[in-house]
Every structure is written in structure tokens, then in C-alpha cells.
């Protein structure tokens, strides 16, 4: 008998009820049916921003033409959970479409691990992972004299950015330092096991911004036309004056205050609790197009 992981099935599957797009966004728990769907090459795939808003996107996949079938994917934990919306949306008008989750391991389950929540049981799921505008915003409300400082990937800063128009209007001033890179930079770390780089890059020319040269977001502006204060940091000089800039802005006008920090595109960061004192640099750094390191190609 033929043997073939339960990922590759799953893809099979996909193929054969006539599946040709979905629309997601990879995790751990779910990056073996991503190197699975890019070994068989055939379900072209859409990087949402927010697991919900690919449920939805999976929803209006289904309902432009006879015959589509949204689909769409998350990894394990609030993957799920936040595609519970676009499910019930999608059933509530009738429209078939499918979400597929990452899982724990089994043994994982109910010990409170990462992101390990019985989908299945999802009424009382619990999460280690915030999305950090809300949950800055949730600190500077309950403790208003707190100096409240929350640190962010540019993916994670995307999560529910529309947020911090609250903490404009509600005067919930906090500092909000983004680290943009231009990736899933913990999700490219972790697919170097499966050999791959897949779906994992956030860089494009912005054609508002050319001077973000690839960057992509303009995290600045984006804070700006929700009401709060923004600066960009290119140099790591800059840092320290941009924090007490930033201070000084938030006292002024008693609204959030961005400090978005350009970073290298890719480098690895240490993993697990071993503590920053562990960091490996599996690569040469590439200052210059001209180091020709592993890591600049890349960036192209
Ligand atoms: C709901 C959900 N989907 C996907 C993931 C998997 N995930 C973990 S880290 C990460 C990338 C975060 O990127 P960014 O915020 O830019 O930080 P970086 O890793 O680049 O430092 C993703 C997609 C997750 N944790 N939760």
C-alpha cells in the first residue's frame, strides 16, 4: 500500500475535491502541510494578514463563482479560534467554505503548552500569545500612570493595528517600539527544519513610500492616520534619542507613540529559555551587497 504523510493526504485530498486556492497563514504546528502543499505545487496560496480576515477572504472566494471552494488555513491555538467568526459568518449566509488548523501534539493538550487548544472543545480556550496593541492598550487603561513600552515584529504590529486609534481617542498613551524586518522572522527560523522559505516574506515596494526601499508598511504613516504619534529609526545610534523623543511626544500629546526600528531582513534569533547569551548567528552577517554572504540572496 502506498504511504504518504497525513499532510500530503490532506493536500491529496484538496486536489481531488477540486481545491485550487487557499488563503492562510503559516505557524509552526502547520508548516508540514505548507511544505506539503509546495512540494505538490498546485493550490496557490494568499498570505493573510489575520487568520479571521482569510476566513472571510475564503467566504467571498466561495461566493464569486460556481464551483470555488474557499479555503482556508491557520496554524494550532487562536488560529482556530479566529476563524470561529468567518465560520459562523460563513454558515450563517449559507456559503460552504473550509478552515484548516495546525494542531498540538495530543499529549500537549489541556497542560497549557503553547497554543494548544482542543479546537474541537473551543469553549474555553486560552492563549499565550496577545496581540500586543490591544493588550499595551489593555495595561495603560488599567494602570494609567504606568510608563507602558510594548515591543513588536511588523507582523505582529499588523495584528489589530486599527487598535491604536482607541488609544488615540481614549488618550491611552503608551510606546510602541516595531521591529520590522520585513518577515515571519521566527517562521523562517523554523522552516530552515523543512528546508525551505516559503510565504514568509512581507517585503514589497511601497509605491506612497519609495524611500522604504523594499520595506513595505509604512508603519509610520499608518500610525499617524489613526491618530498617533510615529518616528522611523535606520540607525541603531538613533535608538536611545528616539525613545526619549518618543517620551516626550507621548507626554505632549497623551496618545500612542511609534518607534518603528528598520532591522536586517534575516538573521536567526536564539531560541527557547537558554536567554540572549545563547544567540546564534548561523550566518555571516551581510553589511553590503558586496559581503556576499549566504544571507543577502535572500534579500533579493
Ligand atoms: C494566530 C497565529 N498565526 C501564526 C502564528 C505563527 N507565528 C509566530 S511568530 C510569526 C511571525 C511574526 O512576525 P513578526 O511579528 O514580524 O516578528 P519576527 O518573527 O519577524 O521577529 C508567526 C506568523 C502565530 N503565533 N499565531
Same mark, same amino acid.
Do not use: W
Given at each position: 500500500?502506498?504511504? /504518504?504523510?497525513?499532510?500530503?493526504?490532506?493536500? =491529496? &485530498? $484538496?486536489?481531488?475535491?477540486?481545491?485550487?486556492?487557499?488563503?492562510?497563514?503559516?505557524? *509552526?504546528?502547520?508548516?508540514?502541510? @505548507?511544505?506539503?502543499?509546495?512540494?505538490?505545487?498546485?493550490?496557490?496560496?494568499? $498570505?493573510?494578514?489575520?487568520?479571521?480576515?482569510?476566513?472571510? /477572504? *475564503?467566504?467571498? @472566494?466561495?461566493?464569486?463563482?460556481?464551483?470555488?471552494?474557499?479555503?482556508?488555513?491557520?496554524?494550532?491555538?487562536? !488560529?482556530?479560534?479566529?476563524?470561529?467568526?468567518?465560520? @459562523?459568518?460563513?454558515?450563517?449566509?449559507?456559503?460552504?467554505?473550509?478552515?484548516?488548523?495546525?494542531?498540538?501534539?495530543?499529549?500537549?493538550?489541556?497542560? %497549557?503548552?503553547?497554543?494548544?487548544? =482542543?479546537?474541537? !472543545?473551543?469553549?474555553?480556550?486560552?492563549?499565550?500569545?496577545? /496581540?500586543?496593541?490591544? !493588550?499595551?492598550?489593555?495595561?495603560?487603561?488599567?494602570?494609567?500612570?504606568?510608563?507602558?513600552?510594548?515591543?513588536?515584529?511588523?507582523? +505582529?504590529?499588523?495584528?489589530?493595528? =486599527?487598535?491604536?486609534?482607541?488609544?488615540?481617542?481614549?488618550?491611552?498613551?503608551? &510606546?510602541?517600539?516595531?521591529?520590522?524586518?520585513?518577515?515571519?522572522?521566527?517562521?523562517?527560523?523554523?522552516?530552515?527544519?523543512?528546508?525551505?522559505?516559503?510565504?514568509?516574506?512581507?517585503?514589497?515596494?511601497?509605491?506612497?513610500?519609495? =524611500?522604504?526601499?523594499?520595506?513595505?508598511?509604512?508603519?509610520?504613516?499608518?500610525?499617524?492616520?489613526?491618530?498617533?504619534?510615529?518616528?522611523?529609526?535606520? %540607525?541603531? +545610534?538613533? &535608538?536611545?534619542?528616539?525613545?526619549?523623543? *518618543?517620551? *516626550?511626544?507621548?507626554?505632549? @500629546?497623551?496618545?500612542?507613540?511609534?518607534?518603528?526600528?528598520?532591522? %536586517?531582513?534575516?538573521?536567526?534569533?536564539? /531560541?527557547?529559555?537558554?536567554?540572549?547569551?545563547?544567540?546564534?548567528?548561523?550566518?555571516?552577517?551581510?553589511?553590503? +551587497?558586496?559581503?556576499?554572504?549566504?544571507?543577502?540572496?535572500?534579500?533579493?
Amino acid at each position: 500500500m502506498p504511504r /504518504m504523510t497525513a499532510a500530503r493526504a490532506a493536500v =491529496e &485530498i $484538496l486536489r481531488l475535491e477540486g481545491a485550487t486556492h487557499a488563503f492562510g497563514l503559516p505557524g *509552526a504546528a502547520i508548516n508540514p502541510l @505548507y511544505r506539503a502543499m509546495r512540494d505538490q505545487g498546485e493550490i496557490s496560496h494568499t $498570505l493573510a494578514r489575520h487568520v479571521e480576515g482569510a476566513s472571510h /477572504m *475564503a467566504q467571498d @472566494y466561495t461566493r464569486a463563482a460556481p464551483g470555488n471552494i474557499g479555503v482556508c488555513i491557520g496554524t494550532s491555538g487562536p !488560529a482556530g479560534t479566529d476563524m470561529i467568526t468567518g465560520l @459562523y459568518s460563513a454558515s450563517a449566509g449559507s456559503i460552504p467554505i473550509l478552515c484548516i488548523t495546525g494542531q498540538a501534539p495530543v499529549a500537549r493538550l489541556h497542560k %497549557e503548552d503553547f497554543q494548544a487548544i =482542543e479546537i474541537s !472543545a473551543i469553549a474555553s480556550s486560552l492563549t499565550k500569545m496577545a /496581540m500586543t496593541v490591544p !493588550a499595551a492598550l489593555g495595561v495603560a487603561t488599567a494602570d494609567p500612570q504606568a510608563t507602558v513600552v510594548a515591543l513588536s515584529g511588523d507582523y +505582529d504590529f499588523q495584528f489589530m493595528i =486599527e487598535e491604536l486609534a482607541v488609544g488615540a481617542q481614549f488618550n491611552r498613551p503608551y &510606546i510602541h517600539v516595531v521591529v520590522n524586518n520585513a518577515h515571519l522572522g521566527l517562521i523562517r527560523q523554523s522552516q530552515r527544519g523543512f528546508e525551505m522559505d516559503h510565504q514568509v516574506q512581507l517585503s514589497f515596494e511601497n509605491v506612497n513610500s519609495p =524611500e522604504l526601499g523594499g520595506y513595505a508598511v509604512d508603519h509610520v504613516k499608518v500610525a499617524e492616520g489613526l491618530g498617533c504619534k510615529a518616528i522611523r529609526v535606520l %540607525e541603531p +545610534d538613533h &535608538i536611545a534619542s528616539a525613545l526619549e523623543k *518618543a517620551k *516626550a511626544l507621548m507626554q505632549e @500629546y497623551r496618545v500612542p507613540v511609534v518607534v518603528e526600528v528598520i532591522l %536586517e531582513r534575516v538573521t536567526d534569533i536564539s /531560541m527557547g529559555g537558554a536567554g540572549i547569551a545563547t544567540v546564534v548567528e548561523f550566518e555571516e552577517l551581510a553589511q553590503r +551587497d558586496e559581503d556576499a554572504a549566504t544571507a543577502i540572496a535572500l534579500l533579493d
